[in-house]
């Protein structure tokens, strides 16, 4: 049901395809997880950064991406090339 309902909304979304994941830690600061994360991913995905709500989002989209929620939009595709 709800992911039907988010379908609707949001239809190309890798998280809908089981393609993407928001992470967080307990133990590792947001800033260690994100290093963690891009050496992970590399090439193959995104890696988001949220330093305020303290996750990192992370997809398997086929191709490198990488992006600063802090930042302002137009601005985060620059963040990692």
């Known amino acids: ?5 988010l ?3 949001v ?3 890798t998280h809908i395809d089981g393609l993407a994941a928001d992470i967080y830690s307990d133990y590792v600061s ?3 997880l994100y290093d963690i994360c891009d050496r992970v ?3 193959r995905g995104d890696v988001g950064y949220y ?3 303290g996750f990192i ?3 398997l989209r086929g191709y490198r991406a990488r ?10 595709e620059l963040v990692g090339g």
Do not use: F, T
């Open 1 to 5: 049901m709800y992911s039907s309902l």
């Open 11 to 13: 239809s190309n979304s």
């Open 30 to 32: 947001v800033d260690e």
């Open 57 to 59: 989002h992370v997809d």
């Open 67 to 76: 992006w600063c929620a802090a930042l302002p939009v137009g601005v985060r």
């Open 41 to 43: 991913i590399g090439d």
């Open 51 to 53: 330093p305020s709500q």
């Open 7 to 9: 379908k609707e909304h």
